[in-house]
């Protein structure tokens, strides 16, 4: 037998120590450009709204509980009083009741109007780019000419609706002196303005639905109403809180259609159409009393807020449990 010989292993040799890594001012400029430059871009929105919104708002707030001077810009600090005072008002109460009533009167209709037309948009029609764009024409009309349109048109004497109802033998519509009917018409323009905006909007979010959920419905036989129950409201949920809250907030503040709907601008006579907004530009502009106007204005804000939230748990219930069913 032949030994065979090891070769003897060489100690292994230390590796000299790494000199440490020196990041220069462009790698730092870098790496701070990738974490500010976001905050960078975003910023001037939210400069700008600090100066044009939350601005006023804190002002405004400060202004609701002085007794405010507009004279002398200044005030004297009365507390709760203007807010007592508001709350105390007739006619606060009486604008508190039209708007919840145009509110109702439009914002509904309105709503209901714009799913169907999105869904009848959001089939194979004809000319259906032509149809999408004549849908937005009402939104883009100035508000003022929608007013003034609308007015002439639920006029008392000779309107042209009364002209038509007289002419069926039917007794003229009081369009101005009855609290109902001139809901009816100022919520008429309302509905002519912004059904078509959120008709869009329902549209988009349809388009975004997987067709795939509609041919898998319509191999189990189901139908289209029960594709649209099923498949097509659950899945606006998103979009249909985003509609309620933004009508909600529109026709709490509803004030161009009011305001042209006479020559007076002031809410009838007898106060039959006056809104919050209304009341509010009347205290601030016609008594020049902007404290109170601005205890006004934050009275609006909580009852929009208030009102905002319990759309939002309602619709958020009513969606899930559709889509549960």
Do not use: C
């Not at 100066?51 to 709760?80: K, Y």
């Amino acid at each position: 037998m032949t030994a065979t010989a090891t070769r003897p292993t060489a100690p292994p040799t230390s590796r000299p120590p790494r000199a440490p890594r020196v990041i220069s001012f462009s790698q730092r400029l870098s790496r701070w450009d990738l974490k500010v430059s976001p905050y960078l871009y975003i910023s001037p929105f939210f400069i700008m709204f600090a100066i044009v919104g939350l601005f006023p708002i804190a002002f405004t707030a400060v202004i609701s509980f002085m007794d405010w001077d507009l004279v002398r810009n200044s005030g004297e600090f009365i507390g709760f009083d203007q807010y007592v005072w508001i709350l105390g008002q007739a006619h606060f109460w009486t604008a508190l009741r039209n708007t919840f009533s145009i509110f109702l009167l439009s914002s509904v209709p309105q709503l209901i109007a714009a799913v169907f037309i999105a869904a009848m948009l959001d089939r194979n029609i004809r000319a259906k780019t032509f149809w999408r764009m004549g849908v937005l024409v009402p939104f883009v009309m100035a508000p003022v000419a929608v007013a003034l349109i609308f007015s002439n048109m639920f006029g008392d004497n000779h309107g042209l609706v009364n002209n038509v109802i007289t002419n069926l033998g039917m007794e003229p519509i009081p369009w101005h002196k009855d609290p109902f009917w001139s809901h009816i018409a100022i919520a008429t323009m309302v509905n002519f303005r912004w059904t078509g905006y959120n008709t869009l909007i329902l549209l988009a979010a349809m388009q975004a639905i997987p067709r795939d959920y509609y041919e898998a419905a319509t191999v189990d036989g189901a139908g289209p109403f029960r594709q649209f129950f099923s498949i097509t409201l659950p899945s606006l949920k998103p979009t249909l809180i985003f509609v309620i809250i933004t009508a909600t907030i529109g026709g709490l503040q509803i004030f161009d259609e009011p305001r042209m709907y006479d020559q007076f601008g002031r809410g009838g006579a007898g106060q039959q159409w006056l809104t919050i907004t209304l009341y509010l530009y009347d205290i601030g502009w016609g008594q020049w009393n902007f404290g109170r106007a601005a205890a006004l204005a934050w009275i609006l804000f909580l009852i929009i807020l208030l009102i905002g939230l319990i759309n939002l748990l309602v619709t958020r219930r009513l969606v899930r449990d559709e889509g549960r069913r």
